[in-house]
């Protein structure tokens, strides 16, 4: 059998970054853990809560899909900064947004002596994000888009950013048949075993009426 390895962790310290900066003891690393998961969590719950309030509206391929990339918080002794990584920060960029959600965030991780500073940092290229791409895939199928339809047309949104390869696999129950299988559509080059080659990848799971869907996406951005 092939030795199957997350490619991000495979790629940390080279072409990937780590996403929380802080120094801990030994005793303490378990909670530090735990309290940058539920940072984690409470802003992607108050993105979602959020976007449910105004889910009326139709997310076309270039409208505005509030989609958080990663999370970057970096600890000092008397601060926690938060920046979030988004591709349409159109949410956060309401009046009162940020305050509600410090409000929230100060509920959550319950630290007296920290404050928090929470930025916004809005990502240039939004379609070169598997995330986006994803959560675009999930809304098409979530409407009943046939799913090689709805993986050809998020292969198309990438030609509007400077990537080299992609790979996008869905499995699961398609299409309602009762025998779950894999597609997978590829273009372009994906060295997984260079380690060298910068590739973002992302799992996304989609329930669907049928059951739960699997969706990965590779995207080889560039070689350093």
């Known amino acids: 059998m092939a030795q199957k390895i997350n490619p991000l962790g495979f790629r940390l ?6 996403h929380s900066f802080w120094f801990a003891q030994p005793k ?5 853990l735990q309290e940058d998961k539920k940072i984690r969590d409470c802003i992607k719950n108050y993105i979602q809560k959020n976007r449910k309030k105004g889910s009326n509206r139709k997310i076309e391929s270039d409208s505005s899909s509030e989609v958080i990339t ?11 900064h938060v920046i979030i990584h988004i591709g349409f920060p159109n949410l956060l960029k309401k009046k009162g947004a940020i305050e509600e959600l410090e409000k929230d965030l100060q509920k959550e991780v319950n630290s007296v002596n920290q404050r928090l500073n929470i930025a916004i940092e809005k990502v240039k290229e ?5 995330n986006i791409l994803a959560e675009y895939i999930a809304f098409q199928l979530k409407n009943r888009v046939s799913f090689r339809k709805a993986m050809k047309k998020a292969i198309e949104l990438t030609k509007k950013a400077d990537i080299k390869g992609i790979k996008i696999q869905i499995a699961g129950r398609l299409a309602g048949k009762e025998i779950a299988r894999a597609e997978c559509i590829k273009k372009g080059r994906l060295p997984l075993q ?24 590779w995207i080889f951005v560039e070689e350093e």
């Open 13 to 18: 310290g080279t072409t990937q970054n780590h």
């Open 28 to 32: 303490n690393y378990s909670e530090g």
């Open 70 to 80: 990663h999370i970057e918080i970096q600890k000092e002794i008397d601060t926690i």
């Open 126 to 130: 939004p379609y070169r994000q598997p």
């Open 194 to 217: 260079t380690i060298r080659a910068k590739i973002d990848y992302c799992c996304y799971p989609i329930r669907t009426i049928y059951g739960v869907l699997g969706v990965k996406i």
